[in-house]
């Protein structure tokens, strides 16, 4: 690799910093949306239609189905057509998406259909347009900030932006609440659609991209390393981590919502009270996720590898507190730890995959990544929701017991020093 095209992927942009606040508010809008059905719609709106535990974690577990298989392709197109277009087009996915949730949804609240596997495919089938469109938003904003930032401040540029789920995701299960209370159930989706669609619109008219995107598909396949990346070395520990932190997340985030309704004893005919509790639980665990990106990760300045490992000790943490848990005020507290782990954790295996590769590979590594990041969520009903409902309500939080100790002692011991590092980091 010259140093010519070092300097032209990764010279600081004059402009960067308002292109990075659009895709901070594009993610925010994603992270507010997603949190919105997790905590305050799906949930109780399965119970109120009496369809089984696992089909809510089923609905979006083929929806991770999609993002994995899709997240890699649309981080190569990125290369190819760039960042703009391809997030872009992602948010408008995910307004689609909204939006077609939403006419399922009052079809099946409606009774137009009403038979329970009717109403679950057509779920299903909603989310999962966001699986595989959707999908492209995250991988083209990572590699955006990628191409446009020196390797020591890549680590908290990318917290920055990802930051911004974070914040969505503070505040989507309150407004997620008061939209429940005041108008219904289905509200949450109509805003989100709007949103999303007006964020893709900013994105397309207003994010800055003066580099030239590869115009021949041919050439972006054929850069040295981008066939069979995921298997490189230097890469793949860091995919092995963020796909079993999929997993521990996936679990703790869908057994969460139903073990608040069931510790609380919340009705099924009452799901406006069951948003009251998760939303400003979820809250809590998103602002302390910020903490961490935001406050912790720049004042610490950790590597990469240490933020997997220490990241993992609070995720423990949380996950202990909930076996025991019957109080509101215990529940919150987990919350407050997994959101700690999760926004060191993150971070961390995201700037080390980056760091991992050329700058001609940003695109093909953000895919990547992103897939990881929800290639957990296709099985989490299985190791999830089914357990809880059929085995032992307290069995999901000891198999994340026994997920992080192992991801722990995997990121102390298998990703080689200096990997994913940038040169110098203390």
């Given at each position: 690799m010259s140093e010519s095209q070092n300097t032209t992927e990764q010279t600081p942009q004059p402009n960067r910093r308002g292109a990075f606040f659009i895709l901070f508010f594009s993610l925010m809008a994603i992270g507010a949306g997603n949190t919105m059905l997790i905590a305050a719609v799906i949930p109780p709106l399965t119970r109120t239609l009496a369809l089984p535990d696992w089909m809510a974690g089923a609905i979006f577990s083929l929806s991770a189905l999609c993002w994995s298989l899709s997240s890699p392709f649309w981080g190569k197109r990125s290369n190819r057509y760039g960042r703009r277009r391809i997030a872009s087009f992602g948010l408008a996915g995910y307004s689609v998406s909204m939006f077609l949730l939403l006419l399922s949804s009052w079809a099946a609240v409606s009774e137009?259909?009403?038979?329970?596997?009717?109403?679950?495919?057509?779920?299903?089938l909603s989310r999962s347009v966001f699986g595989?469109?959707?999908?492209?938003?995250?991988?083209?904003?990572?590699?955006?900030?990628?191409?446009r930032t020196e390797p020591a401040e890549r680590q908290s540029e990318i917290a920055f932006i990802t930051s911004g789920f974070s914040f969505g995701t503070i505040v989507g299960p309150a407004f997620a609440a008061v939209l429940v209370a005041n108008f219904g159930i289905l509200s949450p989706m109509l805003i989100t659609s709007i949103l999303?669609?007006?964020?893709?619109?900013?994105?397309?008219?207003?994010?800055?991209?003066?580099?030239?995107?590869?115009?021949?598909a041919s050439t972006v396949e054929t850069i040295p390393g981008s066939i069979g990346l995921w298997r490189s070395r230097n890469v793949l520990p860091f995919l092995t981590y963020a796909v079993t932190l999929s997993l521990v997340t996936g679990i703790l985030t869908q057994v969460f919502v139903f073990a608040v309704i069931d510790k609380l004893g919340i009705p099924p005919d009452q799901p406006e009270r069951a948003a009251i509790y998760t939303g400003p639980a979820f809250m809590v665990g998103a602002m302390a996720v910020m903490t961490a990106q935001l406050v912790l990760i720049p004042t610490l300045k950790l590597k990469n590898k240490t933020l997997m490992i220490t990241g993992c000790f609070p995720l423990l943490i949380g996950a202990l507190i909930l076996i025991p848990a019957q109080d509101f005020a215990t529940l919150v507290l987990a919350q407050f730890f997994l959101g700690i782990g999760q926004g060191l954790?993150?971070?961390?295996?995201?700037?080390?995959?980056?760091?991992?590769v050329s700058p001609q590979l940003q695109g093909n590594v953000a895919g990547l990544v992103i897939s990881a990041n929800g290639m957990g969520y296709i099985i989490t009903p299985l190791f999830g929701l089914f357990l809880y409902e059929f085995v032992d309500p307290s069995l999901p939080f000891w198999i994340c017991v026994g997920l992080l100790i192992a991801m722990a002692?995997?990121?102390?011991?298998?990703?080689?020093?200096?990997?994913?590092?940038?040169?110098?980091?203390?």
């Open positions: 137009f259909i009403t038979a329970p596997f009717a109403i679950f495919a057509c779920l299903a595989l469109i959707g999908s492209g938003s995250s991988p083209a904003a990572q590699a955006y900030v990628a191409d999303a669609g007006v964020m893709s619109i900013t994105l397309w008219n207003f994010l800055p991209e003066n580099r030239e995107p590869v115009q021949d954790t993150r971070p961390g295996f995201s700037s080390g995959a980056s760091l991992a002692l995997f990121a102390w011991k298998g990703i080689e020093p200096g990997v994913g590092e940038a040169e110098g980091s203390a």
